[in-house]
């Protein structure tokens, strides 16, 4: 199984409908974060927690939101989704600052 | 915001070339690191480097981290098509903000 698991791996959605994706690790890594990727763009930062109690906005929070159950898991949130929202979501842990990124396999996103 | 730009954005070469893949930022890292992405997968990781100035070498891959540590390079020798793929630095802020910031990417295609 493995380390990082996301779900759905990939969902087509409507304009304006509520979509949650979520994540779990089974790493036991206290840092989660949630990136989106488009073509040209890189990885682009939405948001980040440390532990269940420090969550933080990334470089593109706006339209997103999150919630941090529990140590294993981070769920990402589109209150209202549109098409510019249209992506592939990554979810990664890391245990210490600066150490390595442990990615999920990605959520593809299609928001009509 | 911070950037990391990498470049070039696309290359395709043949099989035994070599090739120097750039990133760079105006912004001071405490590290850099360097993931390689397969289609359908998350990032993995291939190299941090810490230590301005630093040389890292993983085989065919030389990697530096430019004195400054605003920059670094990936450089392959004698290019293979198992080297194909997505290649990503990722720039890791020093103390207090504890973010890592990607860059654009460098798609990489290797013929036979």
């Known amino acids: 199984d493995a380390d990082v698991t996301q779900t759905p791996r990939n969902r087509i959605t409507k304009t304006g409908k509520r979509i949650m994706l979520e994540c779990s690790q089974t790493?036991?890594?206290?840092?989660m974060y949630w990136y989106r990727q488009d073509p040209g763009l890189g990885l682009r930062l939405i948001y980040y927690s440390f532990d269940v109690k420090d969550i933080n906005k990334g470089e593109i929070s706006d339209g997103y939101s999150v919630s941090r159950q529990a140590q294993a898991k981070f769920s990402l949130s589109l209150e209202s989704a549109i098409p510019n929202q249209t992506a592939l979501y990554f979810c990664?842990?890391?245990?210490?600052?600066?150490?390595?990124?442990?990615f999920g396999e990605g959520s593809r996103l299609t928001v009509l | 915001t911070q950037l990391l730009e990498q470049s070039p954005q696309f290359l395709s070469i043949q099989e035994g070339e070599n090739l120097t893949v750039y990133c760079n930022s105006s912004?001071?890292?405490?590290?850099l690191q360097w993931y390689r992405q397969e289609p359908g997968e998350g990032p993995v990781l291939l190299v941090t480097v810490v230590t301005g100035g630093e040389v890292k070498k993983l085989k065919r891959l030389t990697f530096q981290f430019g004195d400054a540590r605003k920059d670094s390079s990936l450089h392959i020798t004698a290019a293979q098509p198992g080297d194909t793929g997505l290649y990503l630095c990722?720039?890791?802020?020093?103390?207090?903000?504890?973010?890592?910031?990607f860059g654009t990417g460098t798609r990489l295609k290797v013929l036979a």
């Open positions: 990664a842990t890391s245990d210490l600052w600066g150490g390595e990124l442990f």
């Open positions: 990722a720039g890791v802020t020093p103390a207090g903000t504890y973010k890592y910031i």
């Open positions: 912004s001071v890292f405490s590290s």
């Open positions: 790493k036991g890594h206290d840092r």
